[in-house]
């Protein structure tokens, strides 16, 4: 956590001086560099699960490719133009989506501890936006 917080405060910072485009870009770009040769060094698997992905599975990938970099791209704009601590605590509410679609389309039940968790989460998120 204290690396993605770092690594928040580093895109705002690029963000600023670069504009939210440009700094996506090389941040998305450096991040490939880097992991390029981990993926040759796992090639075997890199290329197993290649070889098993169909074509809907492909255009599944694409559309959250699509959805990734338009989030990003806000992301990046709302750590260019706001507060950087306020746009990262905003940003942790992401978790709503993806819970609510699992509650709703595949049925997921949360038990009452994670319910209690989930609601320390959003209360906190709360708690951080607010001008008290």
């Known amino acids: 956590m204290i690396l993605w917080g770092a690594g928040d405060f580093l895109a705002g910072v690029a963000s600023r001086s ?6 996506f870009f ?5 991040m490939w ?10 090639k075997e ?4 699960a290649l070889g098993s992905i169909t074509f809907f599975d492909f255009l599944i990938l694409v559309l ?12 990046f704009k709302g ?13 942790s509410a992401w978790a709503i989506v993806p819970l609510a679609v699992s ?12 319910w209690f968790f ?8 709360f708690l951080s936006v607010g001008s008290w």
């Open 18 to 23: 670069l504009g939210e485009k440009r700094a």
């Open 26 to 30: 090389w941040i998305q770009l450096l």
């Open 33 to 42: 560099v880097l992991i390029a040769p981990v993926m040759y060094f796992q």
């Open 45 to 48: 698997s890199v290329l197993t």
């Open 64 to 75: 959250v490719g699509l959805l990734q970099v338009g989030g990003y791209l806000l992301f």
């Open 79 to 91: 750590m260019r133009l706001g507060q950087i601590g306020l746009v990262s605590a905003l940003t």
């Open 103 to 114: 509650i709703l389309f595949f049925k997921e039940i949360v038990n009452p501890v994670q």
């Open 118 to 125: 989930l609601s320390l989460i959003f209360i906190g998120i």
